[in-house]
């Protein structure tokens, strides 16, 4: 048992070791690091090689081009730095340049006042109106104006100024907003919603990329503010780079702007041919491949960690009661504070687990984690809490005889655990262990929030590149799907290992061995 656990310990070591934990040379780089969710097009979009000025995105083989790319790299030149593309999601965009984690938002968000209460915003650096981007053929896609949509289901992605303005069409059924335009665009095309608000380059990127979308713009159509339709960039409240970026932005001409935009359109549509679902799979095979190698990984050491985990957290709540006063002092607070870390664990959800250890540990200590090491510590600490309750069970199911029989061969209580008691609970566990796992390759998926490169997340990028969404998930579906059924085959010829004649023969032996 203790080889194991040391052989664990130095596995899951070694793969930290390959892994930029933290960045002690921040301060000292001459990057710009920008943020964008690289799914957004023609804002922003992944690709797969450096064609056309694109960016290679952080700990990434993909890369990122877009209008915000090409603007960032322009800013970046004059200021004499280096552009480094940051990709993260969209609600994870704020709080990453408030830490540190990014030097600016350039993400085609716009300077609403809500937002200019926790961010600096420079000049605009583009002008744009809203429309509508419904089904080809559907019931509202010869909409003129508002007055049209009477009764339609539209949606607009969360936390934006576009799922405001929902609400001034006439009899409209205002939809749930939406994490990315990934999901609104599936579901527009899926006949889930009739239409989502987006702005007119990205509407016509949608259109000219793929035949089942169709934008629509309405007159009248909605009533906004200069700055709701405006896209300006991010910084930290008192940045630096505010003046500077304010004085390059003036020398880029209204012409040359829209120039950049025609530009990126046309090479973003040369980008989406028509693909079937065998195409996608062989043409982004890397992405998938290292997605799913990531997913992978963390999910195995942070189950292998988390059992450790549990099992030390379930030895600790199972403690009897010892007649020392201080020491029996001592196994109480321990006992307290395994039940504080296990109940506060399971009582919140991962995605924000891993927000608050990402974002705060650089915000307030400014220590700046990679997304793969938070990833793997963030998966192992939550399995631990839920696979400590498992232990726990299983502790107590095994018959008080044979603890009773370990301390007449005069054995301590972690002994007693080490050589009788845990053996025999990992054979019984290992079903709740191999459903941990399988619940944690799905649950991977939360950690794009905070910009791990898994499964998911290569998933988003590649259908925001290619426009051909129910088709790329369903080969993530089935990528899912093969991993959980080979991991329950392994763990059915597991648990039938065993379940071999010998186990308890070799138990006994053990215990006798240990006692002499």
């Known amino acids: 048992m203790r080889k194991r656990v040391f052989t664990l310990l130095l596995l899951f070591v070694t793969v930290l070791g390959f892994i930029p934990t933290i960045n002690t040379n921040a301060s000292n780089r001459k990057v710009l690091r920008v943020g964008m969710e690289a799914a957004y097009a023609p804002f922003n979009w992944t690709q797969k090689d450096n064609s056309n000025g694109a960016v290679q995105i952080e700990g990434s083989s993909e ?6 790319v090409q603007i960032a790299k322009i800013i970046a030149n004059k200021l004499g730095m280096d ?17 540190g984690k990014i030097d600016a938002i350039i993400a085609g968000m716009s300077p609403t006042a809500e937002r200019k209460k926790e961010l600096d ?101 909605f009533k906004t503010n200069p700055e709701d339709t405006s896209i300006a960039i991010g910084l930290k409240k008192g940045s630096e780079l505010l003046a500077p970026m304010n004085k390059i932005l ?50 195995l050491i942070g189950t292998i960690i988390g059992l450790l985990i549990g099992m030390l957290v379930g030895i600790i709540k199972t403690i009897p009661k010892v007649k020392n006063v201080i020491l029996n002092i001592l196994v109480n607070i321990a006992k307290l504070i395994a039940n504080i870390y296990v109940q506060v664990t399971r009582g919140t959800p991962m995605m924000v687990q891993a927000v608050l250890f990402y974002y705060g540990l650089q915000l307030f200590y400014n220590i700046n984690m ?36 370990a301390k007449a061969l005069g054995m301590n209580h972690l002994q007693t655990m080490i050589y009788v008691i845990l053996p025999q609970v990992f054979r019984n566990i290992i079903p ?33 590149a290619n426009f051909k969404f129910f088709q790329t998930y369903f080969i ?18 597991l648990e039938r290992y065993l379940r071999g004649n010998s186990s308890y023969k070799k138990i006994e032996h053990d215990v006798l061995s240990s006692s002499n």
Do not use: C
Request: aromatic share 8%; proline share 3%; hydrophobic share 40%.
């Open 432 to 464: 709740n262990i191999g459903n941990e796992f399988i619940v944690n390759i799905k649950d991977t998926s939360v950690l794009n929030v905070i910009s791990v490169q898994e499964l998911f997340f290569s998933t988003k990028s590649i259908a925001g």
């Open 250 to 299: 003036a020398e880029i001409s209204s012409e040359e702007k829209e120039k950049i935009m025609d530009n990126v359109i046309n090479i973003q549509l040369g980008k989406v041919p028509e693909e079937s679902i065998w195409d996608i799979a062989v043409n982004n095979k890397a992405s998938f491949i290292s997605g799913t190698i990531n997913t992978i990984l963390i999910s």
């Open 63 to 68: 890369y990122a081009n877009g209008y915000d």
């Open 121 to 221: 915003f420079t000049q605009n650096y583009y002008e744009s109106k809203l429309i509508l981007v419904t089904k080809n053929g559907g019931k509202y896609s010869n909409a003129k104006s508002i007055n049209d949509l009477n009764g339609a289901n539209i949606v607009a992605q969360l936390n934006t100024f576009h799922d405001t303005v929902i609400d001034q069409i006439p009899g409209v059924n205002h939809g749930k907003p939406m994490t990315d335009f990934s999901a609104m665009r599936v579901a527009v095309e899926s006949g889930k919603v009739d239409a989502y608000v987006a702005e007119k380059p990205e509407g016509v990127s949608a259109e000219n990329s793929n035949k089942a979308f169709k934008y629509i713009e309405l007159n009248p159509g």
């Open 476 to 493: 993530t579906s089935v990528i899912y799907l093969a991993l959980t059924l080979s991991i329950t085959s392994l763990l059915h010829l």
């Open 83 to 99: 552009v480094v593309v940051v990709k993260t999601e969209w609600d994870g965009l704020l709080p990453s340049v408030q830490s």
């Open 370 to 405: 990679s997304p793969m090491a938070s990833a793997f510590i963030i998966v192992s600490v939550n399995t631990g809490a839920y696979m400590a309750e498992v232990v726990r069970g299983g502790i107590n199911s095994i018959d008080k005889g044979q603890v009773e029989a």
